[in-house]
C-alpha cells in the first residue's frame, strides 16, 4: 500500500506530549512538559525546556533536546546523511544506534561522565572540569552530536 508522508507538529505550553506512529516532517515540543514520541519515522525533532524527552523506535534523522531534564532516544534505523542531534544542559542524554551505524561521532559534557560502547577516544581535561570524545565509526556517512553541560552521556548499540 502506498502511505503518504505528512507534516506533523504538535506542540504544549504546560503539559505532556504523547505521540505514537507517524511519517514526514515530525515535530514535537513542550514548555513545561514530557515528550514522549514512539514508532515514528522521517524527519523528527523533538524539545522541551522543562521536562523529558524520550523517542523509542525512531527510523529516520533524530533531533532530541531538553534544557531542563533527561534524553533519552532509541534509533531503530538512521536515514539520510543529516547529522543526528542529542542535548540537555541540565539531564542525562542516553541514545542508543543501530550497530552498522556509520558516523563521525562528537560527544561533550562538563560536568558529568561519559560512555560509549563504539570505538573511540574519550578524553578527560587535564585541569579543569569536562569530558569529551570524538571518533569516527563505519563510514561516517553523518554526524552523532550529544552534549549536556551537567549530565551523564551515554551512546551504545541497540
Given at each position: 500500500?502506498?502511505?503518504?508522508?505528512?507534516?506533523?507538529?504538535?506542540?504544549?505550553?504546560?503539559?505532556?506530549?504523547?505521540?505514537?506512529?507517524?511519517?514526514g516532517?515530525?515535530?514535537?515540543?513542550?514548555?513545561?512538559?514530557?515528550?514522549?514520541?514512539?514508532?515514528?519515522?522521517?524527519?523528527?525533532?523533538?524539545?522541551?525546556?522543562?521536562?523529558?524527552?524520550?523517542?523509542?523506535?525512531?527510523?529516520?534523522?533524530?533531533?532530541?533536546?531538553?534544557?531542563?531534564?533527561n534524553?533519552?532516544?532509541?534509533?531503530?534505523?538512521?536515514?539520510?546523511?543529516?547529522?543526528?542531534?542529542f542535548?540537555?544542559?541540565?539531564?542525562?542524554?542516553?541514545?542508543?544506534?543501530?550497530?552498522?551505524?556509520?558516523?563521525?561521532?562528537?560527544m561533550s559534557?562538563?560536568?558529568?561522565?561519559?560512555?560509549?560502547?563504539f570505538?573511540?577516544?574519550?578524553?578527560?581535561?587535564?585541569?579543569?572540569?569536562?569530558?569529551?570524545?570524538?571518533?569516527?565509526?563505519?563510514?561516517?556517512?553523518?554526524?552523532?552530536?550529544?552534549?549536556?553541560?551537567?549530565?551523564?552521556?551515554?551512546?551504545?548499540?541497540?
Amino acid at each position: 500500500p502506498y502511505l503518504m508522508a505528512l507534516n506533523y507538529d504538535w506542540a504544549s505550553v504546560s503539559g505532556n506530549i504523547h505521540v505514537d506512529g507517524g511519517n514526514g516532517t515530525i515535530k514535537a515540543r513542550s514548555v513545561s512538559g514530557n515528550v514522549t514520541l514512539k514508532n515514528a519515522t522521517g524527519n523528527i525533532s523533538v524539545s522541551c525546556v522543562s521536562g523529558e524527552v524520550s523517542v523509542e523506535g525512531a527510523k529516520g534523522t533524530v533531533t532530541a533536546k531538553s534544557t531542563s531534564g533527561n534524553v533519552k532516544v532509541d534509533l531503530a534505523r538512521v536515514d539520510g546523511t543529516s547529522p543526528l542531534e542529542f542535548s540537555s544542559v541540565s539531564g542525562n542524554v542516553v541514545v542508543s544506534v543501530p550497530s552498522g551505524v556509520g558516523a563521525d561521532v562528537e560527544m561533550s559534557t562538563l560536568s558529568g561522565s561519559l560512555h560509549t560502547d563504539f570505538p573511540i577516544n574519550v578524553e578527560e581535561r587535564k585541569y579543569g572540569p569536562g569530558k569529551s570524545a570524538k571518533g569516527r565509526v563505519g563510514d561516517g556517512a553523518r554526524v552523532v552530536k550529544m552534549t549536556s553541560v551537567s549530565g551523564n552521556l551515554n551512546l551504545s548499540r541497540s
